[in-house]
């Protein structure tokens, strides 16, 4: 089993950068793959990126490609998403999530065991 927990929200002016982390707790976190879900007030949950366990495979949203980064630490348990040039339509509460599989096709909410509690991001335009 494992634990998340996210830090890193917050107000952005549109243009900026932010970076989110997702520290771990439990066994075995270099076996897990790891996403980053965000969810806009009245809309679904939607993955923003995903990275297998072996690194092999990483998904990104098209709404985001080209600006964000997806970077783990085995070593420290931890999993960041870095976010660059962001936009109003970034806002949202951003999840940090864990599954055993390795994915290789658009991640589903229902594809990882494990949830962060969330942290808000909001970007002012």
């Known amino acids: 089993q494992v634990q998340l927990v996210e830090s890193g929200g917050g107000l952005v002016q549109a243009g900026g950068s932010l970076r989110l982390s997702c520290a771990a707790s439990g066994d075995g976190f270099s076996r897990y793959s790891l996403g980053w879900f965000r969810q806009a007030p009245g809309k679904e949950r939607e993955c923003v990126v995903h990275i297998n366990w072996s690194s092999v495979g990483t998904y990104y949203a098209d709404s985001v490609k080209g600006r964000v980064t997806i970077s783990r630490d085995n070593a420290r348990n931890t999993v960041a998403l870095q976010m660059n040039n962001v936009k109003p339509e970034d806002t949202a509460v951003y999840y940090c999530?864990?599954?055993?599989?390795?994915?290789?096709?658009?991640?589903?909410?229902?594809?990882?065991?494990?949830w962060g509690q969330g942290t808000q991001v909001a970007v002012s335009s």
């Open positions: 999530a864990a599954t055993m599989s390795s994915l290789f096709r658009t991640p589903s909410v229902f594809d990882y065991e494990y």
